[in-house]
Nanobody, 120 residues
Framework: QVQLVESGGGLVQAGGSLRLSCAAS????????MSWYRQAPGKQRELVAM???????NYADSVKGRFTISRDNAKNTVYLHMNSLKPEDTAVYYC??????????????WGQGTQVTVSS
């Protein structure tokens, strides 16, 4: 079993910054990739950023140049550095990871979500 625990959400004014963290634990052999998604009220969950085990990254167009995803492989932790935040960034942010467990099972896991609120 694999668990993802997020932290770092909160309330910030427009133009401000936040850093989200997501730590994976459990029977982990390899984390193939880690991602951040978000879901605003009344909207579908959308991919914000993704990072592979080798460090390749991908971003949604709406956050390019403002958000940076990074990971610490030794700590099985992924970060989302969010700068120049806008009210439209307000959402629940979810961590996602594709993990190969020690029994070679490959699964997708989700964190519980952390609220980010950007005031105008």
């Amino acid at each position: 079993q694999v668990q993802l625990v997020e932290s770092g959400g909160g309330l910030v004014q427009a133009g401000g910054s936040l850093r989200l963290s997501c730590a994976a634990s459990g029977n982990i052999l390899l984390i193939v990739f880690m991602s951040w998604y978000r879901q605003a009220p009344g909207k579908q969950r959308e991919l914000v950023a993704m990072i592979t085990s080798s460090g390749s990254t991908n971003y949604a167009d709406s956050v390019k140049g403002r958000f940076t995803i990074s990971r610490d492989n030794a700590k099985n932790t992924v970060y989302l550095h969010m700068n120049s935040l806008k009210p439209e960034d307000t959402a629940v942010y979810y961590c996602n990871a594709r993990v190969t467990s020690t029994d070679y099972y490959v699964g997708d896991y989700w964190g519980q979500g952390t609220q980010v609120t950007v005031s105008s």
